[in-house]
């Protein structure tokens, strides 16, 4: 999809290249390309109209760079639009008090009594045992549900079969973690619709009897266009403190994230990337923003590439290059096996800045150039395979002699080698995850290698300082208030 | 608004970064015997109810969409009518895309729309006669209830991703069944989630249907195997296997479910004769990914669209009807075992544009 929006937006963008500033009439197609692929990442529609006046507001007037397509610049500058959206981070799980609770809430079977024993696990990392309460007393089995994953990791589970009152178990539940000393209480409602007025009463009460500190919405990142109304209304009744994706580890893009974003305010604290409870990652707004634009198709070609290269191989690759001893040799068994369907091309066209290397890689048929890069490794020594550095301009003309190919392929190929090592250092290991953020990386540094000027703003996905924290937290304080005057307003207009 | 940053506010921190692959254990040994579910009190309802339940749920839950649409839709014609133009065309795309209905089917309605109707007024009528055949037109299915085996008993694979509703939408189809007086066998095949075969079997007791149990981590396979030869030997008149929730991209996982039928059909050749495809209402445009790699690997013959009570837009399931050769075949309308209706098109196109629209 990424592919695709990148490809639409080259032809779209064709006749801009190198020239004056970015406007809204030359740009109109390009955007449209933009807003396409957010709804069909399930950003909910409302927000993608904002969220486009905004890009467009980032991008008016930019100066079209002769560095870079201007594809890849509006696909820079949305995706730092996106990423500043979705941001700041903030992975904190407060447990100032003498007792912290914390309360999960959601729709029916979005992950919250797994992402309890998630935050357990990774409290207990921290040397705090949790106290997990099952207040969901509604779905069959849900209570043996919680205890199989509380015994699974060794916590504490309270559970009274008996009580029918969710208020009266939590208010137990804290009591229970009180006397037994267990800093943190997580507290495991039941799914519930937003609209079911009954429930959501059921759930205002337990905030308001209960007053946990910490309030999750627990997200499934499959949602659709819904997302706005269910955040929303979780958060007009709970008052959201941060918010969990899960169902990340699939190919969906999660641009209901996005929305729900932008209808609580609130930060955006992990993501849940599968069923085990280890599968839970700190949210980063730069990996989210990739996939929303479609890095689904990213991470599938990696591990489509990965597929390509053994376990064994692997390994050998991974001490190889941790030991910085990968040479030319490797790279031409490796190369080889990308001169196979279209892998090299997909993820040369999935990384924006790649362009030139794209290019060299020929259009259509890449098999063919990846036969006269092996063509032309084979007429080098041993020892020039080995240490790429001594190649100096006679062994040059006698290699592409050799290969029968021009002494300056036998340059680019070389610099191919040094940019592809990173590359394969990355897909050598680590999670699906880790493989995105580190082609992001390399994506970023072929943008700002491109030229693109001082970039305004870098960073959001820094941990924020205190200063920063009290300034941000102002910010959404003020936006809270204004929030709800403008649904006083709204309640006041329609009456 | 709100495209700024907002704060955390937190003061203690603690983040942990985790990698980490989804596989379920895969096979297991084999499993401890069959347990037979206690039958407890299901009591059998009047049929009478039941039809005029169904049909007032149905609608009663589509009324939620209905009225997304149809006040949007109302604002947007007036009541006068309105002229067809740029503006008219967004305002209503907005509203199409917003029942998750997705950008191809939107256009295809707008567009509709704007070949009829460009540069003139128009009025309701028109436009939910439009929009109605074209939405029947994409849907295109009759009603698709079970089909039944010729002989012996019927088996149904139940699968879809996490979370989605697959065992609440077996205990649905179990209670619709034996109301029919029908035998029914369950398997509790999902042997990976906490607490999944307890869940199966509290919902087996309470309606009254054998269940066959593997043990948590077993092997999925073996206890199909079970399910479908106790229901053979029992003379029961259907058979359901869950199955644990797992996303189409798990290449293994799915590979799991061909190995779930491939076992069945020791048993009984023709097996599986239903395989259900839960999919969650509330689910986008990834429900087209979820129907396109279930089909691929478990066969799916229906589809089950749960919760739609839940969301206001029901709209995924034109999508995913333009996209694949899958009826929908119920749709779910809570948590209860009677919430539960067949799928109709009609009902489902009415309630979208119900004929007293806009005539207050
Ligand atoms: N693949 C994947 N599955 C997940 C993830 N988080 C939860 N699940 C699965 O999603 C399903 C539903 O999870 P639950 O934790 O039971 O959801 P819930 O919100 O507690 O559900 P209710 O209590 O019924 O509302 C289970 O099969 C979980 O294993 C995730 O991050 N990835
Ligand atoms: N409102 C509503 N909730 C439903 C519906 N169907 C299922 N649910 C709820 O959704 C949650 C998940 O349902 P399950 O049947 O456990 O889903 P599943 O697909 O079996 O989940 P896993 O086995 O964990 O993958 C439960 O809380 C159900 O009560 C429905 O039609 N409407
Ligand atoms: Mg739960
Ligand atoms: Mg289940």
Request: aromatic share 4%; hydrophobic share 40%; with cysteine.
């Given at each position: 999809m990424f592919d695709s929006l990148q490809k639409g937006l080259q032809s779209a963008f064709k006749s801009l290249r190198g020239?004056?500033?970015?406007?809204?009439?030359?740009?109109?197609?390009?955007?449209?390309?933009?807003?396409?692929?957010?709804?069909?990442?399930?950003?909910?529609?409302?927000?993608?109209?904002?969220?486009?006046?905004?890009?467009?507001?980032?991008?008016?007037?930019?100066?079209?760079?002769?560095?870079?397509?201007?594809?890849?610049?509006?696909?820079?500058?949305?995706?730092?639009?996106?990423?500043?959206?979705?941001?700041?981070?903030?992975?904190?799980?407060?447990?100032?008090?003498?007792?912290?609770?914390?309360?999960?809430?959601?729709?029916?079977?979005?992950?919250?009594?797994?992402?309890?024993?998630?935050?357990?696990?990774?409290?207990?990392?921290?040397?705090?045992?949790?106290?997990?309460?099952?207040?969901?007393?509604?779905?069959?089995?849900?209570?043996?549900?919680?205890?199989?994953?509380?015994d699974s990791l060794g916590v504490p589970v309270y559970s009274d079969r008996e009580n029918k009152d969710p208020v009266q178990v939590c208010n137990d539940a804290v009591k229970k973690a009180r006397a037994d000393g267990n800093k943190v209480v997580i507290l495991d409602t039941a799914g519930r619709l937003a609209i079911d007025e009954e429930l959501m009463q059921q759930l205002k009460n337990i905030d308001r009897k209960v007053q946990p500190h910490q309030v999750f919405l627990v997200v499934d990142g499959m949602t659709g266009q819904d997302a706005v109304n269910s955040a929303s209304a979780f958060n007009d009744a709970l008052e959201l403190d941060g918010v969990i994706m899960t169902k990340l580890d699939g190919d969906a893009r999660g641009g209901a994230l996005l929305s729900v974003k932008n209808v609580t305010g609130v930060p955006i604290k992990f993501i849940g990337t599968g069923e085990q409870l280890e599968s839970l990652e700190p949210f980063r707004p730069e990996g989210m923003s990739s996939r929303i634009l479609g890095m689904g198709d990213m991470v599938a070609a990696v591990e489509a590439a990965q597929e390509l290269v053994s376990k064994e191989e692997q390994e050998k690759l991974e001490q190889q290059l941790a030991k910085g001893d990968f040479d030319l040799n490797d790279f031409r068994n490796h190369m080889q096996k990308f001169a196979n369907p279209g892998i090299m091309m997909k993820m040369m066209s999935l990384i924006p800045g790649m362009g030139q290397m794209r290019e060299l890689m020929g259009n259509e048929d890449h098999t063919g150039e990846i036969r006269r890069m092996v063509g032309i490794i084979d007429s080098m020594t041993a020892k020039e395979r080995k240490t790429p550095k001594v190649i100096d301009q006679s062994r040059r003309s006698r290699i592409a002699t050799g290969a029968g190919v021009a002494p300056q392929q036998v340059n680019e190929l070389i610099k191919q080698f040094e940019q592809m090592k990173p590359m394969l250092t990355g897909m050598a290991g680590g999670s699906a995850n880790d493989k995105m953020e580190m082609l992001n990386k390399m994506k970023e540094q072929a943008m700002s290698g491109g030229k693109m000027g001082p970039r305004e703003k870098k960073g959001t996905g820094a941990r924020l300082s205190a200063a920063e924290k009290k300034k941000a937290k102002k910010l959404r304080e003020k936006d809270r208030k204004k929030r709800l005057k403008e649904k006083r307003d709204e309640k006041r207009s329609s009456k | 608004m709100a495209w700024n940053l907002f704060g955390g506010k937190k003061k203690n921190e603690l983040a942990e970064t985790s990698e980490s692959d989804s596989s379920n254990p895969e096979d297991g040994e084999s499993d401890s015997p069959a347990g037979d579910g206690g039958s407890s009190d299901a009591s059998p309802a009047d049929p009478t109810a039941e039809k005029k339940g169904f049909f007032g749920r149905f609608k009663q839950a589509l009324v939620k969409t209905y009225s997304v649409l149809n006040t949007d839709v109302r604002d947007l014609l007036k009541n006068e009518g309105r002229l067809v133009d740029d503006d008219f065309l967004k305002e209503l795309f907005a509203i199409l895309i917003k029942t998750d209905m997705g950008a191809g089917p939107a256009s295809k309605i707008r567009d509709e729309i704007k070949s009829q109707?460009?540069?003139?007024?128009?009025?309701?009528?028109?436009?939910?006669?439009?929009?109605?055949?074209?939405?029947?037109?994409?849907?295109?299915?009759?009603?698709?209830?079970?089909?039944?085996?010729?002989?012996?008993?019927?088996?149904?694979?139940?699968?879809?991703?996490?979370?989605?509703?697959?065992?609440?939408?077996?205990?649905?189809?179990?209670?619709?069944?034996?109301?029919?007086?029908?035998?029914?066998?369950?398997?509790?095949?999902?042997?990976?989630?906490?607490?999944?075969?307890?869940?199966?079997?509290?919902?087996?007791?309470?309606?009254?249907?054998?269940?066959?149990?593997?043990?948590?981590?077993?092997?999925?396979?073996?206890?199909?195997?079970?399910?479908?030869?106790?229901?053979?030997?029992?003379?029961?008149?259907?058979?359901?296997?869950?199955?644990?929730?797992?996303?189409?991209?798990?290449?293994?996982?799915?590979?799991?479910?061909?190995?779930?039928?491939?076992?069945?059909?020791?048993?009984?050749?023709?097996?599986?004769?239903?395989?259900?495809?839960?999919?969650?209402?509330?689910?986008?445009?990834?429900?087209?990914?979820?129907?396109?790699?279930?089909?691929?690997?478990?066969?799916?013959?229906?589809?089950?669209?749960?919760?739609?009570?839940?969301?206001?837009?029901?709209?995924?399931?034109?999508?995913?009807?333009?996209?694949?050769?899958?009826?929908?075949?119920?749709?779910?309308?809570?948590?209860?075992?009677?919430?539960?209706?067949?799928?109709?098109?009609?009902?489902?196109?009415?309630?979208?544009?119900?004929?007293?629209?806009?005539?207050?």
């Open positions: 020239k004056g500033k970015l406007t809204e009439a030359n740009m109109r197609g390009g955007l449209e390309m933009v807003e396409q692929s957010l709804l069909e990442a399930d950003v909910s529609y409302q927000v993608v109209q904002e969220f486009m006046g905004t890009v467009t507001e980032h991008a008016l007037g930019e100066k079209v760079l002769l560095s870079l397509n201007p594809d890849e610049q509006l696909v820079g500058i949305v995706n730092q639009t996106l990423i500043e959206t979705l941001g700041p981070v903030d992975n904190s799980l407060p447990t100032g008090q003498d007792v912290n609770i914390y309360m999960m809430c959601g729709l029916q079977g979005s992950g919250k009594t797994t992402t309890c024993g998630k935050l357990a696990r990774l409290l207990k990392k921290e040397g705090i045992t949790p106290l997990l309460c099952a207040a969901d007393l509604q779905r069959p089995a849900a209570i043996d549900q919680l205890h199989v994953i509380g | 109707f460009r540069g003139r007024k128009v009025y309701m009528a028109d436009f939910i006669a439009t929009a109605k055949t074209t939405i029947r037109e994409i849907m295109d299915q009759p009603e698709r209830p079970i089909e039944y085996a010729e002989s012996g008993p019927t088996i149904v694979m139940v699968c879809g991703v996490n979370g989605a509703g697959k065992t609440t939408s077996i205990a649905k189809l179990t209670n619709m069944f034996i109301k029919d007086g029908k035998k029914v066998v369950l398997g509790a095949g999902d042997t990976f989630r906490a607490a999944a075969v307890e869940q199966l079997n509290v919902w087996a007791n309470r309606l009254g249907a054998e269940i066959v149990m593997g043990s948590q981590g077993g092997d999925p396979a073996s206890v199909s195997y079970r399910a479908v030869e106790a229901a053979v030997k029992s003379n029961a008149d259907i058979c359901i296997v869950d199955t644990a929730g797992r996303l189409q991209t798990q290449t293994n996982l799915m590979d799991q479910l061909s190995k779930i039928r491939n076992v069945m059909q020791k048993v009984v050749p023709e097996a599986p004769h239903e395989v259900l495809l839960v999919l969650d209402a509330t689910a986008g445009q990834n429900a087209i990914s979820q129907a396109k790699g279930f089909s691929a690997a478990a066969g799916c013959t229906g589809i089950v669209l749960a919760k739609l009570d839940g969301t206001a837009k029901g709209g995924v399931a034109i999508p995913i009807r333009q996209e694949f050769d899958l009826p929908v075949k119920y749709i779910g309308l809570g948590e209860k075992e009677d919430d539960i209706a067949l799928f109709n098109v009609d009902t489902y196109v009415d309630a979208l544009f119900p004929e007293s629209f806009g005539q207050e």
